[in-house]
């Protein structure tokens, strides 16, 4: 059930068997675990069904580091959360990703990329994606189907592939809101924002948390688990904030807690030029058995050990004639949208600049480029008619969008800020840093692609930068993560599979943290909701938003072994 919690009596109490805080990805998720199951989960969301401009400010603060976006847009504070904003490209992490790399400070995981592959699956259920398959030669046959093979770039390069998330599955505010509605279990409260965890006097048992709306009530609930699925800056501005226990925040004693911000470096830089267009990497989007796929450029797991590399992949965008950008505007000024149907360019517009958003039409001067190039016009739509895209094959240059991982790096970091939100929070201040490992990434993983291309395809030039233009040209996608690395000692990183008895179960990651002295919270491999048929994956927390990394010792914790429990 839904009820907005400025209803609720000032000074009201809840008790439940699991508090989640935070309604975005992740929280649904966990929430949907627990549809119709023996426990009694509260669900809290700061915000309500839509954008808001007074609850989206206590978003607000300072970046004090590498350029990034205002953080009052870099999430959205509403039922959903930033799923409200991301475009669902979705791909798992590649077992490199989990691996020690001695190259790499604080590199390896406590789990393999093989334990999560069901958890993997089931968060394709959750998505509303296709089978959890993304090696290229899963795809091939496929491809080849449609006359678009991959050309002979050599061992080193690979395809990288995307699954895209639909419509439908895509805002999961809308997606899930009647499942929420109508579980008998799980009350999720809007306009919910907590304020405050308070702890016992050793800090080890997390007793309630305050709970305030804007329009001046406080509430308190009382669970047995806690899990913070707050994203990657208000989680540990959060625990942070919450010092009655601990003068440098709870969880905090060894000054880890928002250490290891990270994002994923982007930006625009070189130029690929072919003879023979691939249309493989060009094509934009491809609907393949039922799926919606993109593709990119991607590093062999060996190559990057060879030359001491992060992860990398790179797109390529057609650099197209004025003509099409003048059909752009002319069509989108013909489907005007009110304000208060359009958040992302009204209420994020930072956001709504990096994802390209049409400019206002000048009318006479883009009519003039369409009609004086009406050829062109009639040929791209005679290619749309026949299912290809509009775009495709009218340019030869493409500008290469490369991303990479970003090492651990205890210097980038979440702090607070002086200032304090209309709540009495002290605001977050982002001091985003990446290291020379992330710049030689991107720079040596270029100079690997660029030149001539393999069966003169073609060439890819790199751009110069100045003394200072990777720092400020580069920029994220809105994917704040990290805080923590994996290490098996508190003092060196996050925790690792266990904490000793009887400090709480603790795990931050992907901007979650779980504190209680209950035992850990178990996932139900098994349990299909409302509307799954036999045979079809069970519901499951997203893949890069996982809540547990507490052992799976013993049948009771392994995947598909039964319903989640809470002891």
Not at 113 to 119: G, H
Not at 490 to 501: D, F, N
Request: charged fraction near 20%; hydrophobic fraction near 35%; glycine fraction near 10%.
């Amino acid at each position: 059930m839904l009820i907005d919690m400025r209803t609720l009596p000032d000074g009201s109490e809840l008790t439940c068997d699991l508090c989640i805080v935070g309604a975005g990805a992740a929280g649904i998720a966990i929430a949907r675990e627990f549809l119709d199951q023996p426990y009694d989960v509260c669900l809290l969301e700061s915000g309500g069904w839509e954008y808001e401009a007074q609850t989206q400010a206590l978003f607000g603060g300072d970046n004090v580091g590498l350029p990034y976006f205002p953080l009052r847009e870099a999430r959205a504070r509403y039922l959903g959360g930033s799923t409200n904003l991301w475009g669902g490209w979705s791909r798992p992490l590649d077992a490199i990703d989990f691996a020690h790399r001695p190259w790499m400070d604080y590199s390896g995981w406590p789990v393999s990329r093989e334990e999560l592959q069901p958890y993997y699956e089931r968060a394709q259920t959750t998505c509303g994606l296709g089978p959890c398959r993304y090696d290229w030669s899963d795809w091939q046959e496929a491809f080849q189907g449609i006359g678009c093979d991959r050309p002979a770039l050599g061992e080193d390069i690979e395809t990288y592939l995307w699954q895209i998330i639909p419509p439908q599955f895509l805002r999961f505010g809308q997606a899930y809101r009647a499942d929420i509605e109508a579980a008998r279990n799980i009350r999720a409260y809007l306009y919910a924002n907590v304020v405050d965890l308070e702890a016992n006097d050793t800090a080890r048992t997390l007793q309630r948390l305050r709970v305030a709306t804007l329009e001046g009530k406080t509430c308190w609930v009382r669970p047995k688990t806690t899990i913070l699925a707050l994203g990657g800056i208000e989680t540990p501005r959060l625990l942070l904030a919450s010092r009655q226990e601990q003068p440098n925040g709870l969880g905090n004693e060894h000054d880890l807690v928002g250490r290891f911000f990270m994002e994923h470096p982007y930006l625009k830089w070189g130029k690929a030029e072919f003879k023979r267009t691939p249309s493989l990497y060009v094509q934009g989007r491809f609907r393949l058995e039922g799926s919606e796929l993109a593709t990119g450029l991607g590093l062999s797991p060996a190559l990057q050990a060879r030359e001491h590399l992060l992860n990398f992949g790179a797109r390529l965008l057609p650099i197209l004639p004025e003509w099409v950008g003048a059909v752009n505007r002319l069509k989108a000024s013909l489907k005007p949208q009110p304000a208060s149907l359009n958040p992302l360019h009204q209420a994020f517009p930072s956001i709504s600049e990096i994802c390209n958003s049409t400019a206002p039409a000048d009318w006479p001067q883009d009519l003039g480029l369409v009609l004086s190039n009406l050829d062109q016009v009639f040929a791209r739509a005679y290619r749309k008619f026949f299912h290809k895209s509009f775009y495709s094959g009218q340019s030869s240059l493409y500008q290469v969008y490369p991303i990479g991982e970003q090492a651990p790096n205890p210097d980038s970091r979440v702090l607070l800020s002086r200032d304090r939100d209309a709540l009495g929070l002290p605001k977050a201040q982002l001091d985003w840093r990446l290291i020379e490992l992330d710049k030689y990434t991107l720079s040596r993983s270029l100079e690997i692609l660029a030149g001539p291309l393999p069966g003169g395809l073609g060439t890819v030039q790199i751009d110069p930068l100045d003394d200072g233009g990777f720092d400020r040209q580069v920029f994220g996608v809105v994917s704040p993560h990290g805080n923590h690395p994996h290490e098996p000692e508190p003092q060196g990183g996050r925790c690792g599979r266990t904490l000793p008895h009887p400090q709480p179960q603790q795990c931050l990651y992907r901007g979650q943290f779980r504190l209680s002295h209950q035992r850990p919270l178990q996932p139900n491999p098994d349990y299909r909701g409302p509307g799954h048929s036999p045979g079809r994956s069970p519901q499951g927390p997203i893949d890069r938003f996982s809540c547990d990394c507490a052992p799976r010792t013993g049948k009771a914790n392994r995947p598909g072994s039964g319903r989640p429990v809470l002891s």
